[in-house]
């Protein structure tokens, strides 16, 4: 029997997380290639993955960049093939990359659509990157898997898949009204039945099937919505980026193999109310 801290290693384990150039993804990414695996970054923006990879490099595992559009079938069967025809295996798969509308000084597009007036095209979007995206990457990925009879699979969910948004956090007084759009709910709850179907399909298998269900994340938002949104959380604040990179680590290692189709929340008490 190994020790405890044994089972947290990733040595010799390949990884790929999607939307590795994000907020989350690249901690997560970080946090792999620490504890020994070689990890694919993958993301759509070519430069950032480059940008990404090099700021990443001396961890003990390595580091590689991947160029994937999580919506195009073609990209995900050419990224999935090179980490076959590399490595022989994949042992983590981590689905991040998601459209997620953020209220932080770095996106600058605002939404303050109201629900009965929500363009259908935006509807849409959010549903193709983060449901079908998902649903793509992960078949893809499956594949390699199912050969080696192993495998983790980590999907990101986040509170809104868990509770309806409190749109109140992003009121500010004399400021247009905004809301969290409504597909970003529907996707990430999908997201857990997703990941439920796939843990009872591959049941017997050596494949398990987690969520993640991060809560806010602190990224120099405005001191009225850190206000507004620490309000409701026990723990009085935002996380720190690097808060979920220690159940990213549990769900991806051998640490958590008794555990399959389950919800890992890390939300500083916010759906505990």
């Not at 901690?27 to 695996?37: H, I, N, P, Q």
């Not at 580091?63 to 050419?78: E, K, Q, R, Y």
Request: aromatic share 10%.
């Amino acid at each position: 029997m190994t020790g405890i801290y044994d089972k947290f290693s990733l040595t010799g384990k390949v990884s790929l997380v999607t939307g590795g150039g994000g907020l989350l993804g690249r901690e997560f990414v970080k946090t792999l290639a620490e504890a020994g695996s070689l990890v694919y970054l993958a993301d759509i923006n070519a430069d950032l993955v480059e940008q990404t990879v090099h700021s990443l490099a001396g961890l003990p595992g390595k580091v590689s960049g991947l160029v994937l559009d999580v919506t195009d079938p073609a990209s995900v069967d050419t990224a999935i093939g090179q980490v076959g025809r590399d490595t022989g295996h994949l042992d983590v798969l981590v689905n991040s990359a998601a459209l997620d509308p953020k209220f932080d000084p770095g996106h600058s597009r605002t939404y303050n659509n109201a629900f009965e007036d929500y363009p259908l095209q935006s509807w849409k979007e959010g549903l193709e990157v983060n449901l079908t995206g998902v649903f793509l990457v992960t078949q893809a990925a499956s594949r390699l898997m199912i050969r080696q009879n192993k495998g983790a699979i980590i999907n990101i969910c986040s509170t809104y898949g868990l509770v309806g948004p409190d749109q109140r956090v992003y009121d500010k007084p004399g400021k247009t009204k905004t809301y969290k759009p409504v597909f970003y709910s529907v996707t990430k709850a999908g997201i857990l039945g997703f990941t439920r179907y796939l843990a009872a399909y591959y049941a017997g298998t050596g494949i398990r099937v987690n969520a993640l269900t991060p809560g806010g994340v602190e990224n120099g938002h405005d001191e009225q919505f850190m206000q507004n949104y620490s309000s409701r959380a026990i723990l009085g604040r935002m996380a720190e980026r690097d808060e979920m990179n220690g159940a990213l680590l549990y769900l991806a290692s051998d640490a958590s193999s008794y555990m399959t189709g389950g919800n890992l929340v890390v939300d500083g008490g916010w759906t505990a109310w």
